[in-house]
DNA sequence: GGTGTGATCGTA
DNA sequence: ACGATCACACCA
């Protein structure tokens, strides 16, 4: 049925990888809670030294080490003192790119994800934004540099294309001048889940 | 549906 | 100081 994507998947630009990461399940095997999946809905690409919105953009740091690692790999990061997010590493050739992943459908395990995110009132509200999937999936800072081919976190296709014709805008929550004019956010069109 | 604001802290 | 954000208040 569903199959784990292999390596040479992710190895290309984030700008190239991020539409196909549409409509593909997002898994992770938790310890404790058991199998978690939600299908991607929204994505935005970020880039090296010539992103001025990527967190790449002025060099590796102990932060954005795994950016800079191998593709394949879950770089996760902390933000505004209280959230985590969690990008898909891309191709790298002494550069580095990554897809931020921004939304989801859950799927499997929404018990699970309405005990760790009790302010969701609807099942819209569990995955609809970059950290909401984050927190609703168990992905937190100790997830950083996992590699997603061999799991516990993985992401499988399950034979749903990604949209023929994606939502396509510029990116969310970036000032003015870093980057905002690039159209590099695709989401489902139609899918409620995809972030306001 | 929309807009505006406070929370909270690691990073550069 | 400033975030690749969220939740909630308030208005429509």
């Excluded at 939304?103 to 760790?116: F, I, N, S, V, Y």
């Excluded at 934004?129 to 996992?146: F, N, R, S, V, Y």
Aim: aromatic residues 8%; positive net charge.
């Amino acid at each position: 049925m569903a199959r784990t994507l292999a390596r040479s998947f992710y190895a290309r630009e984030s700008v190239d990888l991020a539409p196909e990461l549409l409509n593909k399940l997002l898994v992770h095997r938790h310890p404790e809670a058991g199998r978690l999946v939600a299908r991607i809905v929204e994505v935005e690409a970020y880039c090296g030294s010539d992103d001025p919105g990527s967190h790449a953009y002025r060099g590796p740091t102990r932060r954005n080490a795994t950016m800079f690692g191998p593709p394949g790999r879950l770089y996760v990061y902390f933000t505004y003192g209280m959230h985590w997010c969690a990008n898909v590493v891309a191709h790298r050739d002494d550069d580095a790119s990554a897809v931020l992943l921004r939304a989801a459908a859950p799927l499997e395990g929404l018990e699970a994800m309405r005990r760790w995110r009790p302010k969701a009132r609807r099942e819209r509200d569990l995955c609809s934004g970059p950290a909401k999937l984050a927190q609703a999936l168990g992905i937190t800072g100790e997830h950083d540099g996992d590699d997603l081919v061999r799991g516990p976190i993985r992401i499988l296709d399950d034979g749903l294309p990604p949209p023929r014709r994606p939502g396509v805008s510029g990116r969310v929550g970036l000032s003015l001048g870093r980057g905002d004019e690039h159209l590099w956010r695709w989401f489902v069109p139609g899918d409620p889940n995809v972030s306001r």
